[in-house]
């Protein structure tokens, strides 16, 4: 048994569990909103109309795509665990980190026909309404791989919970946790102690990195067309746009490693 038939076995039970329309018809339902409701002031503000619809996407996104990936890796370890199909699993002739992987393809391949849905229709309505002429479509494709980047990311973090417990419920609410420390309270707790700093040394030294370090933050930096946003982040050298980079790219691997390694201890 290869990595692949593992990750065709997953793509069948995420099929089976509606993951896969679900995770297509919000992407889908949402960027279209956000498409045409986004494209009413571009004629009067002279902006590109995809500029603006990828502006929109990215505050979606950030919220959106970590939820998807989290709710479809949560149960990964943990629900096998639960249904006891795990110690079946064990027994095929492959490590546990070829297991994770197939794992990981089958859920990566998922968010990313959700995404490319959702991104396909924004193109498409943009097109209809604007026409193809002095479109540039470099901030979609952007957005594609860093969307992509941005769930691989949760995807690991869902595994690595997974293996941590081995209630499934348990496992459902400690991603949400997770998701809304990450995407919600973490920015209201930087933007608290910035306040309280008033432009001392953690504004000046220690924001910009613990802003990056933050894979959500990181990704909607990286997309965001205003440079005035960017800057925000660029106070110390790499904490700047290599910077975010780096931990969109990093932050997969590491939760990856960290599940494989969480993985690796768990007994059916």
Known sequence: MSVFTIASLELLIARRNM???TSVILMALFTVVLTLAGGAPTGTLGVDPLTVAVTSITTL???LIPLIGLLLSFDAIAG??????????????????????????AHLSVLGVAIAVGL???AI????????????????????????ALGAAFLGIGYLVSSLVRQTGVASGIVIIIWLICVV???????????ADDGGTFTKEIFPWMLVANPADAFRLINMPDVSVSELASGVGAS??????ISLLLWPVLALFLAWIAFRRVEP
């Open 80 to 105: 096998e665990a639960e249904r006891g199909t795990l110690a079946l699993s064990l027994t095929y002739p492959m490590s546990r980190g070829e297991i994770l992987v197939g794992k990981f393809f």
């Open 61 to 63: 996104s950030v919220y």
């Open 19 to 21: 993951w896969v329309a």
């Open 120 to 122: 396909g229709l924004t």
């Open 240 to 245: 700047g746009a290599t910077g975010q980079l």
């Open 185 to 195: 309270l973490f920015d209201l707790g930087l933007l608290g102690a910035l306040v």
């Open 125 to 148: 309505l943009t097109i209809w309404q604007y026409g193809i002429a002095d479109l540039s479509f470099q901030a979609l494709l952007k957005l594609f791989f860093t969307s992509l």
